[in-house]
């Protein structure tokens, strides 16, 4: 039988990274049910704008898309591979040069505990 007790325990750091990052999207409080009526009125606005990249902006400025890439990436198959979040972060616009992540595998070919990727941003080098 196949014991895959390292992949799993392989996994656990990075699910907790997504978990902290994706909580912070997450109400602090539960919201009332609305009346028929603002249900109504709330099906016909339009939805939230996608976040996008600013390239004059700040790192905050662009946060909301580089999260929004981020949990695309982690939400599909490929959520333990660097290079999944290095190329859709360039596809998004970030600029690949800028771009750094850590090895997806160890030396000897397992999967790695964890890995870290980020997107340097602003003229200081």
């Excluded at 030396?107 to 003229?123: D, H, L, Y």
Aim: charged content about 15%; some cysteine; aromatic content about 4%.
């Amino acid at each position: 039988m196949l014991d895959r007790t390292p992949v799993i325990r392989s996994l656990a750091p990075l699910a907790l990274v997504a978990a902290l990052l994706l909580s912070g999207c997450s109400a602090g409080s539960p919201v009332p049910s609305a009346s028929p009526s603002a249900a109504a009125s709330s099906a016909t606005a339009s939805p939230a704008a996608a976040p996008e990249l600013h390239p004059d902006g700040s790192a905050e400025d662009n946060l909301p898309l580089f999260d929004a890439v981020v949990a695309q990436v982690w939400a599909g198959e490929n959520r333990v591979k660097g290079r999944a979040y290095v190329d859709a972060l360039s596809a998004a616009g970030f600029a690949r040069a800028d771009m750094q992540v850590t090895a997806d595998e160890t030396t000897v070919g397992n999967p790695a505990e964890s890995i870290q990727f980020s997107v340097r941003w602003g003229k200081d080098q």
